[in-house]
Every structure is written in structure tokens, then in C-alpha cells.
């Protein structure tokens, strides 16, 4: 066992500390109008330094950096206080999709401007009455000369409100539930498509229901086989559940801010919390590391899902708790953090798998 | 960085899993008493957890070797050491030889009274100190090491409970159909599986470093973590597993004890804190 | 409860069912609907006794009507005017209750300033959280020895994250007029009244948590048939039960203390497990499910946090 950075990657830390020292401003809140155009312009600065993407191919923008230089570039821009990433659907949802399972033309053409925030992603997966039962869902897609017509509803599609383009499953039969769901593309501006922003908790359209009406896919924005949809969506929402959406660096980072905290506001009642808020972030970046050797499986992630997204919530309520309601620096981080138990799988439903898939229990 | 156990080491668990299961209990045998290594030290203390083993190993075999500077006296012979460091260590469990740690003193110490622990299987002496056996022993790194292999146990306890309690949940039927196919079971028993994968990193992570914060850090975790799978055990067992005839007490109980031993949750929280 | 004190409930239910409209109210310029104000005093919900032109009704009475304003979350100025009518019967001055309580019992909104600890607070300087204090037209001032009639300097509105609850920041210049004693038993039942409302909204978090999972089919079938989340309701009911229990016993310092931190609490768990029971509707800004979160956390806070009054528990209690 061995915890301790090779030459090539401490000479990395380096670089991006140093950069992002000098660059971190902070931006509006990206459900804005304006602070999403500001998070993309930050996303194309980081791009033009080829740190958007570090763990991708150098021919999409990216580095070529190991796992291992992700997650310590992870820490640094989280440690920095660098902003939110507007692009984070896309590259953490979609593009592990496109590896996986899309085509080499795929890869050439949706990358690139991807890595640049020219084209910025929201993912449109739930729908009113397909939540935590996703494969519930209805939208349908149907053949038509050249590709596909998308019609039907899609609901709390992250970004939705002012992103460019959305990725999501549709029916395209026959069979039921699992079967029959193809994995599509489609521009968030083509004809038939209505955006309607949802406000979330703070007032700001985080999200959106999306009204699909008739809209043209073509054949080349079918990732995956069709019918083949559900299998080419669950290794996204593995990602989702798992390491890469949640890298540990934003909760070392947190928890060292409320460690801070609790120095100037001492209060003896929360020690207690505020200690094991700090173990947890440890725990979640030391189990990392271990799944740096032995990538996890899918049911694998559901438990650092639940164990992240709790942690969220404890570090964030911890500091409420600290500061009472005037919480400057916090209540942002407190009504997102609540989100965390609820998307991307309930927690209630990776217990589920957990308890199904990793302890055997009978279904 | 290679933050996983080597091939040798899963070996060497496994070598150690099947032994106490089979119910031998000389552990020099397989060479364990010349274990040094905090990584390879862990690996071992999870399997003692896992089979609930009891005795003064954390003692004989983690700390006391590390006081005497890897000159385990007598050690070699079967004989089992004890030690104590007070405050924080006030007792010592039973065994063959007593040590009582002062500063950096090490002291022959013997006992002057039993007390009962929360643990019967666990025996506990109160000592008064003897003769100087050494001065400027690394009473520190001795302690941690205490702390570090006591987390270990804590870990293979956890597992083990875990273990039983998902055996019992398959094969146990109420209304019906087998417990585990209810909801509110299921989801106890993944909290445990949570709050046990997530400590033991923090485990061996400690065992790397050996800096007190993280090993402070390693004992809260897996403290709680043991604790709510003996809870959980319990609970999911029903009456059964509160009976003196089920195996799941002896897990219980000494899960208990160690929660507190070597430091307890609150003593060990304050001193990470203090290394923020 | 008796049979008129179910009559009462049953009034302030149905005006509330009928007129109240939160999310219209907090866009008022005062931040609570007259309206509702008006009828409410009607009611007679005010603890002022009728020789000061009140209702006649007792602290249970007001507490019943602050549990219905909690379940619905209406902004209302009940809390405050209540402490500053409870300030000044307290006072042993006859003419200030006099002049005063008839107007307070007409629906003159009045608030209380007041120093949370019961410690020495100067009457020069700067007042915050001040329920309803931008408007209040009627503004009374402890010192923790004194009670005081206050001709204020400066005031605003102090936004917080519960726009359901009205907060000023009061800028004291020193003009006061002293009107009798300050009874440290005021903070006991500050404590108890907000402990009734906090009781009401959580009864009715659950009310609608429970709602809901009966209505929203996932997996082919109600939510809240799924036995993970009939647990979590069960935790839940057994909360708001015990904190119903905590908030019906304020009978003195102890126990209005005890129904503060448990109260505050158990209505801060209930509007979380609202939340991730709804799952994602409760994240919107339409459902209501934040805008109990929020009060849930504020009410937390206001009077001093749990930890606050544990501490003093811990001293009070040997």
C-alpha cells in the first residue's frame, strides 16, 4: 500500500495549482441567463489550457491524465474555490456513454466542442411518471426517413433551461419497460422542442421540463444499437452514481471550510459533527484511491452514492447549524446539497441495489 | 500510488480465515507474531475482528513488540504481554506478563485487582508498576499502533456481524417469505455495508501515514461503523440473537468494549481536531 | 382539547383553508395579508384579557390558533403581538396595558424586543431579528430588568431564507419610555408559543409527505406502500407526536426549554424527510416542500438555536 504522488504527477498538481491561483474569480449563480454564459466562457478558459477535460484523449481536448491525475486535479479546483462546472452533464454523463459505446465519428464530432463549452449538454432522462422507476418512461421515438421523431415529456433535466443540447432514452418498442428504449441526441433549439424552466428551492430555473413535439433525430445521433438503450444508459448512470460525478476534492474541500468554521464559531454541541464531517470526506477520497486499483462495479457505486450525497448534506446542515440562518457561503451549497439523496437514483433505490446486488438478498 | 492490498496480503488473510475458523488458535504458527509491518499488522487484526478472537493480542502483538523495540521478550515462548497507558489505556487485559507505560517509561507492572468488562470474554486487571524495563520507549507510536490494530478488529467484527446477519435475513421466513426480501431489512443492512466500506479505507489509509489524525480518524469510523452492524445484527435477529447460545453476542459485546478501547469515539475526535 | 377549543380550531382552519395565500402574502409590502390579520383578531386570538378589550382567551386559545398559522405557514403577526401583549400584562403597569392592549387586541401589530438570554441588553444600539419590526406599529423594549416603550430610529426589513416569517433589524436610539418590569417568564412562553406552531407545521409536513406517497405510483404501485418509506412516515408520526407532548407540557423555564430543543428538532427532521420523501417536486420552487424546510431551520434559530438552550438545560437541570 502506498498513498504517496509520482514526479509526473506532483509536477501536474503543480501547474494546476499555480493556474487556477491566478484564475479563480467567482461567476453568477449558472441558473442565470448571464452566469451561464459566464461558466461557459470559464469553461472554454480552462479549455484553452487543456484543463477541462484532463482525463481525455489529447485529440478531444483533453491530456491523456491518469485517474489518479484526475482526482488530484479534482482537489486542487475544488480546494481553490474554483466555480461549478456548467459543462459537468456532458462530460461526466454523456462522454464516458460515448466512449463506451458511441462511434468514432461520434467521438470527433461531439467532443471537441464539448471539451470547449461551445455546445453545452443537459441530460433529459426522468419523466412525470418515470422518477425513480425510469424504465416507466414513455417518450417515444419513431422511425421516420433518415432518422427518428422524438415525442413525449421529459422532466428535472439538469441544465435544461439554458444548455444547447440534451441526451435521454426513448421508446422505440417493441417491449416493455427495459426493452425497446434507444439511447438519442437532440438539439434543445429544433423545431418542436419547448423548454418550460422549472424553479428549484432558490427561486432559479436549475432544471426544465422538456415538451418533445414531433423532433427530427437524425440516424447519426442514435448512440449504442437501437433497443439496446437501457444497457448503454446504465453505464451512465453508474458514472453518475459513482466516482465521477462526485469527485472527493469538493468534499475535502467543504469539510476543510467547515473546519474553518467551527474555529471561528466554536460551539462544543457540534464538535462531534463537524470532526466526522471531516472523517467522511477523508473516508470517500481514501475509497477512491482504492478504486483506483479495482474500479468499482455498478451496485459498487450505489453505496458511495449514498455515502456522498449524505455526507453533502451533513458538512452543509453542520454549518447551518454553526451559523444559524444567515448563512453567507452556504445556503447555496445547503439547497443543492439536499438535492443529492434525490437524483441520480434515490437513495432509497440504491439501498435496494446494494442490499440485492452486493449482499444477495432475495429481489 | 498503489492504494490496494498485494496479492501476498489477501493470501495471508486468507491463510488466517481459514485457521481460526477451524478453531486453532496459535497464531505463531503462521508466523504472525513477527508481523511489523501497520498494513500487514491490519490485515491480521481484521481476521482476530472477523472471528471475534479474544485476548490480549493488540497487546502482545502490536504494542508491546513495538515498546520493546521488536525484542519481544518471552514473547517467542507463547507468553502473552499486556500493557496499559494510563490515562487513556487506565486497565490492562489479562495475560501472562504486565507492562505500565509513564511518559516514555516502560515499566514491569503487576496486577493489583479484576475488573469486569462490558465484555465477560474480556478480563480486565488493574496494575501498579514494578522495576524501569526501558526509558525513552516510543510510547507514541506504540499507543497509535493500539489504536490502529483496534480499528482493524473493530473492521473484521463489523464484517463479521454483517456477514451473520445477511446469512440469517436469507434463510429466516416471516409472512411468508424470507426477511430479507423486506424493504426496511434490506436497507438496514446496506447502511451497514456503507458505514464498513467506507471505514476501512480509512483503515489502512492510517496504516500508511501512522500520523495520529489518521489513525484517531480510523478508530472513530469503524468504531460507529462496528457499532450500528451490532445494532442492526441485533435487531434483524430477533430474540434469538439476543440469547446466550447464539454466536452473535460474543460479536456484540466485544464490539462494545473496543468501541471504547484505546481511546474512546469522543477522545479520538478531539485529537483530530487538534491535528486540523 | 374542549368542545369551544374545537370550535376555535375549526374557525382558524377554515379562514386559513379559505383566505390564506402564502406566496401572495410574502409579496405583500409588509409581508402578511391584513386581511387574514383582521379576521384573526375577529376571532379573538389574542391572549388579552376583556378588561383591556380583549377576546378573554388564554394562552391555550392563542397557541391553538399559532399551531393552524404553522401548519399553513401564513405569515401572520400573531407571535409577535402576542409576546408584546404578554410583555405588558406582565409589566404591573395598569395604564400602559390600559392604553395599549385594546389597540393590540384590534390587530395594531406589536412586537417585542427582547434579549433572548434574559442578559443585560442595552437599549442603544442595533436590535436584530425583530419579529415583524418594520412594521410594527407599537414597538416595546427589554433590557432584561425594564420594560420600555420605544420610539425607534431607523428600521428594515431583514430578508432571511423563510420568507413565511417577517424579521427587522431595529436601530434603538436611546428614546424610550420605561413602562414597568421585564418578566424573565416572558422567554418560557416565547418558547412554548413558537413550540405550538412549530408542532403544527410539522404535523402538516407529514400530512402532505403522507399524501403524496399514497398518490405517486412508482414500480406499479403507491410509493407509500413501499415499507422503507412506511417507516420513515412512522419515524416521522412518532416526532411530531412526541413534540406535541414536549409543546403541551411548557409549564415552566425546564420545560419550555426542553419543547424548544425538541420541538426545533423534531420539526427540522420531519422537513427533511418531506423533502427526500417527494424527491424531486420537493426541490422546486412551486411545491411547497422548501418553504417548510426553510421555516423549519429558521424556527430553529429564532428565540437561540437547540444548542443554545441545551447548554442552559445543562445548568438548569441538576
Redo the contacts between chains.
Sequence with gaps: ??????AS?LTFQAEVRSWLATHVRPLSSMDTAAGFEEHRSWERQLASERLSVVSWPAAFGGRDASL?QWLVFEEEYHASGAPGRVSQNGIFLLAPTLFAHGTDEQRARILPSMARADVVWAQAW?EP?????LA?LRSTAVRCDGGWLLRGQK??SSRAAFADRAFGLFRTGPGERHRGLTYLLFDLRAPGVTVRP??????EPGFAEVFLDDVFVPDHDVVGEVGDGWRVAMSTAGNERGLTLRSPGRFTAAASRL?EL?RKNP?P????R???A???A???R??T??A???PLSGPAAS?TK??WSELD?AIHETA??LL????PGW?DGW?FS??G???AG???I???V???R?????? | MMFTLSSEQTDFAAVLHDFLRAGKTDLASLGVDEVTDPVDLVVVFEEVGHHAVAGPLIESLAVVPALMGGVAAGAAAGATHSVAFPPLVPHAVEADRYFLIDGDTLHEATPTAELESVDPSRRLVDLSPGPIVATDVPAARAFDLGVLTCSAQLLGLGRAMLELTTTHAKTRAQFGKPIGQFQAVKHHLANVLIGLELARPLVFGAAVTMNSRDVSAAKVATSDAAWQAARIALQVHGAIGYTAEHELGRFLLQTRALRTAWGSPSMHRARVLEAL | MTPEQLALRDAVRSLLTKHSDVRAAIETPHGYDKDVWARLTDIGVLPIPEQYGGSGATRTETHIALEELGRTLTPSPLLASTLAAEALLASGNDEACARLLPRIADGTVATLIWPWDNGPASLDGTARYVLDGDHAEILLASDGTGLYEIESGARQHTPTMDQTRRLATVHLDGRETHLGRWSPEIRDVALAALAAEQVGTAARALELTVEYTKTRVQFGKPIGSFQALKHRMADMHVLVETARSAAGACTDEVSAAVAKVYCSEALFKVAAEMVQLHGGIAITWEHDAHLYLKRAHSSGQLFGSPAVHLDRLSRLVR
Aim: zero cysteines.
Design positions: 500500500m502506498d498513498l504517496s504522488l509520482d504527477t489518479l426522468s411518471e418515470a422518477g425513480s422507476d416507466s422532466t428535472w422549472i424553479a428549484q428551492l432558490d427561486g473546519v467551527y460551539d454541541a457540534l464538535r462531534d463537524v470532526v466526522d471531516w472523517i467522511g477523508q473516508a470517500y481514501l475509497h484511491f482504492g483506483l486499483a479495482a453505496v449514498v455515502f448534506v447551518l447549524d444559524g440562518e444567515v448563512a445556503r439547497l439536499l438535492s439523496p434525490i437524483y434515490t437513495n432509497e440504491q439501498r435496494n446494494i442490499a440485492e452486493l449482499l444477495g438478498l432475495p429481489r
